[in-house]
């Protein structure tokens, strides 16, 4: 509850400009939403039956996993750019159960990692950086901030909402 106090404390009166100033989960969730809208970021045959990593056993549950995780992606290189996919591979890696043996760190796979990078850069919204790994476009962010403030607009809607308390 005192960390809610505190953020909302900083919170006041500060205006959503940039994918910076919303949050993570909220930015996520509806750039997954404008992508999935959207229809240009196309979804491969494979991924209903493909695994995130070789520490996996399933594949994931959400229908749209590739959405979301695309989102994850776009964000993570918004905030730090020249993010390549090896680093990407180690951010959505997991710890590997081995039975009995200890658990060990597995990277993530790097083909998915591989195949939203380029759908990005078809869609104009990253391209490769000259140091390595890939770096935000100027219409690549314009969208992105426009997406942020829709996001926080929605954010700032469902805060001033009075919510139902149950006795």
Same mark, same amino acid.
Not at 62 to 71: A, E, H, I, K, Q
Not at 106 to 123: F, V
Not at 127 to 134: S, T
């Given at each position: 509850?005192?960390?809610?106090?505190?953020?909302?404390?900083?919170?006041?009166?500060?205006?959503?400009?940039?994918?910076?100033?919303?949050?993570?989960?909220?930015?996520?969730?509806?750039?997954?939403?404008?992508?999935?809208?959207?229809?240009?970021?196309?979804?491969?045959?494979?991924?209903?039956?493909?695994?995130?990593?070789?520490?996996?056993?399933?594949?994931?549950?959400?229908?749209?996993?590739?959405?979301?995780?695309?989102?994850?992606?776009?964000?993570?290189?918004?905030?730090?750019?020249?993010?390549?996919?090896?680093?990407?591979?180690?951010? +959505?890696?997991? /710890? &590997?159960?081995?039975?009995?043996?200890?658990?060990?760190? =597995?990277?993530?796979? %790097?083909?998915? #990692?591989? +195949?939203?990078? /380029? &759908?990005?850069?078809?869609?104009?919204?990253?391209?490769? =950086?000259?140091?390595? %790994?890939?770096? #935000?476009?100027?219409?690549? /962010?314009?969208?992105?901030?426009?997406?942020?403030?829709?996001?926080?607009?929605?954010?700032?809607?469902?805060?001033?909402?009075?919510?139902?308390?149950?006795?």
């Amino acid at each position: 509850m005192a960390v809610q106090l505190y953020d909302d404390y900083f919170k006041e009166g500060r205006k959503v400009v940039t994918v910076k100033d919303v949050e993570a989960e909220k930015f996520i969730a509806a750039f997954a939403q404008h992508l999935k809208r959207q229809g240009r970021f196309e979804i491969p045959k494979w991924a209903d039956v493909v695994k995130t990593g070789k520490a996996k056993e399933l594949p994931p549950s959400d229908p749209d996993w590739l959405y979301v995780r695309t989102s994850s992606i776009v964000r993570k290189i918004y905030i730090r750019s020249g993010t390549g996919v090896g680093q990407f591979r180690k951010v +959505y890696g997991t /710890q &590997q159960r081995r039975g009995a043996m200890t658990n060990k760190f =597995a990277k993530g796979s %790097g083909k998915i #990692i591989r +195949y939203i990078l /380029q &759908q990005l850069e078809e869609m104009g919204l990253v391209e490769q =950086a000259e140091e390595g %790994g890939r770096t #935000i476009t100027k219409e690549g /962010q314009r969208e992105l901030d426009t997406v942020a403030v829709q996001a926080g607009t929605e954010e700032e809607e469902d805060a001033a909402k009075p919510q139902d308390r149950k006795a």
